[in-house]
């Protein structure tokens, strides 16, 4: 899981690089640098709080997460000649 302040940074600076893209697509849109600039100066602020929002609720979704353990499980005494089950980073769920 993660902090707060992790997601709140991440959506910060996913926020600079969409307001320069916004900033730049506005004034090739309108030809006005002082309208791009009020355009992206009011997305910035409500973007990051739209994308803040995003992350938290994703964190609390467990679809297309696995969890490796962080050492293999523990064979009971009487299981022998059973190699223990080992992960590798192969384990863990794809990005999709």
């Given amino acids: 899981m993660e902090t707060k302040l992790r ?3 991440k959506a910060t600076s996913w926020r600079i690089t969409g307001t320069i893209d ?3 697509l506005s004034w090739i849109i309108t030809g ?6 009020t355009i992206a100066g009011v997305e910035v ?12 609720i994703w964190n609390n979704i467990s679809w297309g ?3 490796r353990p962080s ?4 064979c009971p005494p009487q299981i022998k000649n059973v190699k223990a089950q080992t992960y590798s980073s ?4 794809p990005w999709y």
């Fill in 7 to 9: 997601s709140f940074v």
């Fill in 22 to 24: 916004t900033f730049i």
């Fill in 32 to 37: 006005k640098p002082q309208v791009a600039l």
């Fill in 45 to 56: 602020l409500t973007k990051i709080f739209l994308y803040w929002i995003h992350e938290r």
């Fill in 65 to 67: 997460i696995r969890i």
């Fill in 71 to 74: 050492t293999p499980p523990v």
């Fill in 90 to 93: 192969r384990d863990v769920a």
